[in-house]
């Protein structure tokens, strides 16, 4: 089958330096922003692939111009309350939760419907927990039971609100800040701790954002209605996706990987913490300030005295998405690995924690869990030699690269399907593989 890679053999030991690509929630963020400045932005090192593509096609959707140059993405903004609908607008957000709940935020200011539906994953997925806080500024989204199709219509008389957001999710977080920019007055959210990509960018723009932190939740309070300027922004690269080559290289003999400019925005790292505190060995070096994002060079060495960890849920949000790599670390190290309140993995791309589960229970490790509580007990001997099949995982990309690297360093005679659901965030996840000297076909 064209759509399948099929792996027998694990890496040989590597020495390499690698790039990834441009950070996928910087480079949304970006477009979405870029769309209601004043004037021609220009942004660098955005991330090409399929969930980002969609959020270029959905602005264009609603009347801005974007052109693509050799280097860089120009998006003509047309300021708050400029965008140009032409009636029945659909918007297809493919596979991208964060466009699809931060594009009902850009657009609440909008008097006119907009469709916006999804892919089969997307489809699946929970809007209430945007609809919610929409529908107290005044937008009206219709759905079945919080879920695609959407219809939205919004107004250009929103009132601001309060908040409180919980789930620590960023993208509830941004969906309610794009609305609030639409909105006269201002908006307060006391929100959990989540990626703060939104509040950075805009903060670098002066416009009217405070932010004042605490332990466990961040104060917003936010002024709508004020105009700023066009920008120029060059995305740094995506820990995400850098992710996949960390666990690569811990769970590989003999190797070591420099990762250069990557974003380490500690709202992003949980991986790395998590990862040192079960032994493994990363350090980061050549850190810079990049319009108020923190990024530097990312080096790993193999390991073999991985240790369990008792992990803390105050890194859920920050890990949020490694957490499957995370799990595959676990299964190699010594002890019993606990994590905790992980609910929010069943609602991604594909039901992650039930998934996670099965995964390692057919590569023969004990799983326990308890409600969205898991065990994970290690072993830090796990050879593999018998025949895996990853299917039916909703085209989940995360779920398809991280069977790569488990094929890559655990053994055994691996097929897994839906190798173009790497297009949704990382197009040259296979082409980085390939040159770090992974053989498959
Ligand atoms: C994202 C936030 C996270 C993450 C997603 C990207 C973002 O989701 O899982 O891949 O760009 O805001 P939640 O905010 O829903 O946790």
Redesign the pocket.
Known sequence: MKNQIKINKIINPFKKKIYVPGD???S??CILLASIATGKSEIFNLLKSEDVLNAVNAVKKIGVNCIKKKNSFEVYGVGINGFHIKKNTTINAGN???LA??LLGLCSGIDKEIKIIGDKSLSKRDFL?VIKPLNLFGTKVVSKNGMMPLKIVGSDLLRPINYIEN????????CIILSAINTNGITNIKAKK??N??ELILKNFNYPINIKKNKKYDLIKIRGLSQFNSFNYNVPGDI?SAAFFIALTILSNNSNLLIKDVNINPSRTGIIKILKKMNAIIKISNRRNYKGEITGDIYIESSNNLKSINCDPKYN?EA??EFLLIFLIAAKANGISKFRNLG?LN???SPRLDLSIKFLKMIGIKVYRNQDNIKIFGNPNLKLNNKYHIKNFLKDHRIFMMSIIAALTLGGKWTVDDKDSINT?FPEFLTIIKKLGAKFS
Not at 167 to 174: D, L, V, W
Request: net charge positive; aromatic share 0%.
């Open positions: 996928k929630s910087i949304i963020r991208s939760g964060t709940r931060c927990r789930k620590g999710s960023a993208q509830i977080k941004t989540s990626r990509h939104t995400s949000s949020i998405d929010e609602k991604k791309e965030s």
